[in-house]
């Protein structure tokens, strides 16, 4: 068994490497990566520091064909075509009567990202009339050069570094959003991870993440072997190390899930017959949860 930080990086870089790319071309991983942006702009939009979510089941078409739409904050001030608001006081560049006069660009992070799904959701997502600049970090140097490759933007671009690292490989960054898609389970020391990010975010920027609600997929062995660190996350243990790293108006929406249709599930199982290493073959049946906090 894996016990050591420096053993789950090792295992996650072996369990994400180039053969694990086309993977996050597959529908149920970009509704995912759609999903979690959604919540990411919604959390906290309707006035409630904690809540269930008030929708449970989103079905993988749904997001995929119409999760965020508005890129024209000056004609909705929706979210999206499933009926959610902007938080704006997170992502104030969806404030209508914000001008966009500021010279500087929203600086977000996409922690752990992977070959881009959730900064490409971000994209599709977030206005044109406004500036921002993403840089999305990993482990995974395979992971990485899928990103630069698929995401090809102004003011993006993806970088392989290891934060949890004895040097502050982020030097003096500052981002005003950052965000963690799930991905809090693969890391075993999350309290040395939440505190790296809040070091990193701009005095009232925001952390949020979005993992399980509730057991993972895997546990013991199996879940080791594909770096797993966490076979358990709850919000509340996620809202707690938030506060020891000093964030606060902390923000919890859970219980909510991707549900797929009889086609995608018999295709899931078509899939784990050919590779039994499928990683996340009935992500459906399990609810996720989002966490917010502010430096």
């Given at each position: ?23 996050f ?9 759609k ?10 939009s ?60 929203l ?6 990202c ?43 671009h ?23 898609t ?14 790296r ?8 920027g ?12 895997f ?32 923000l919890?929406?859970?219980?909510f ?6 086609e ?32």
């Open positions: 068994m894996a016990d050591s930080t420096q053993d789950f990086k090792e295992l996650n870089r072996k369990a994400w490497n180039k053969e694990a790319v086309p993977r071309e597959l529908p149920e991983f970009k509704a995912l990566s999903l979690s942006v959604l919540k990411y702009l919604t959390i906290g309707n006035g409630q520091s904690a809540s269930l979510s008030d929708k449970e089941a989103y079905t993988v078409d749904e997001i995929n064909k119409s999760c965020v739409e508005n890129r024209s904050i000056k004609a909705k001030e929706e979210a999206s075509a499933l009926g959610n608001k902007v938080n704006t006081d997170i992502w104030c560049i969806f404030d209508k009567d914000d001008k966009g006069t500021s010279e500087e660009p600086e977000i992070l996409d922690f752990a992977g070959p881009g799904n959730v900064t490409l959701a971000l994209l599709d997502s977030l206005p044109l009339e406004k500036s921002y600049r993403i840089t999305g970090i990993d482990l995974s140097e395979d992971f990485v050069d899928a990103y630069n490759k698929r995401v090809d933007f102004p003011n993006v993806a970088e392989a570094l290891d934060i949890l690292g004895k040097e502050d490989v982020l030097k003096n960054r500052k981002f005003d959003i950052a965000v963690c799930m991905s809090l389970h693969h890391i075993s020391d999350l309290e040395l991870l939440c505190k990010i809040a070091t990193h975010l701009k005095k009232g925001w952390f949020l993440a979005m993992d399980f609600d509730g057991h993972a997929i546990s013991g062995k199996e879940a080791v072997k594909r770096g797993i660190a966490h076979s358990t996350l709850e919000p509340e243990k996620i809202t707690n190390l938030f506060e020891k790293a000093g964030l606060s108006q902390i919890v929406e859970r219980g899930r991707l549900e797929y249709s009889k995608q599930k018999l295709t899931i199982a078509q899939r784990k017959e050919v590779n039994p290493e499928e990683h996340h073959p009935d992500l459906g049946k399990k609810k996720l949860c989002i966490v917010a906090g502010r430096k």
